[in-house]
């Protein structure tokens, strides 16, 4: 038999997975949601900061505008062209090429981090294998995940206090 991932509880409103959500992680339970359209207010309940991504494209386009501009400045004091008492440093002409690194560097950071936090891409998670996950377009489901001191059965009496629609056992490996 596979190895124990977590348990699925299927909620036929958002209302009631919002609440659960909350309860639960008070509980010290680690949770994921699925739901067919973003909820307002499940991302405080799940206590989801989002200030990665907004730093990683300021700190990238930071990255790429310095690059842009030093790769420039640097190549032309390495191979000088003195050409109608033009500057080596002509910030002016210099703009184009460090705009497009600052947003190439910002663009590249913030899509690399966001990928990241959210642990894409993912070809395969266990919640597929649920029989009910199907009717993932008009339902919304929430998985208690396994973790160091996981209680199946204390999960399982935790969602049922929220009357779900089905508590399912998800498997590591689909059998």
Request: aromatic share 18%.
């Given at each position: 038999m596979a190895e124990l991932w977590g348990v699925l509880a299927e909620f036929d409103g958002p209302e009631r997975l919002i609440n659960a959500v909350r309860s639960l992680r008070q509980q010290g339970f680690t949770v994921?949601?699925?739901?067919?359209?973003?909820?307002?207010g499940l991302d405080e309940?799940?206590?989801?900061?989002?200030?990665?991504?907004?730093?990683?494209?300021?700190?990238?386009?930071?990255?790429?505008?310095?690059?842009?501009?030093?790769?420039?400045?640097?190549?032309?004091?390495?191979?000088?062209?003195?050409?109608?008492?033009?500057p080596l440093v002509a910030i002016p002409g210099f703009m184009m090429i460090t705009f497009e690194l600052?947003?190439?560097g910002s663009v590249l950071t913030g899509v690399l981090t966001m990928l990241l936090s959210n642990r894409l891409p993912k070809l395969h998670h266990p919640v597929f294998a649920a029989e009910r996950f199907t009717m993932a377009e008009e339902r919304f489901y929430l998985a208690l995940l396994r973790r160091?001191?996981?209680?199946?059965?204390?999960?399982g009496k935790a969602l049922a206090e929220f009357n779900p629609a089905s508590i399912t056992d998800l498997a590591e490996q689909p059998e």
């Open positions: 994921e949601t699925f739901t067919p359209f973003p909820l307002e309940a799940l206590g989801f900061s989002g200030w990665r991504v907004p730093i990683a494209f300021l700190i990238g386009g930071i990255a790429g505008a310095v690059i842009g501009f030093g790769m420039q400045t640097w190549l032309n004091f390495l191979f000088p062209l003195w050409i109608g008492g033009r600052t947003v190439l160091p001191g996981f209680d199946r059965d204390a999960a």
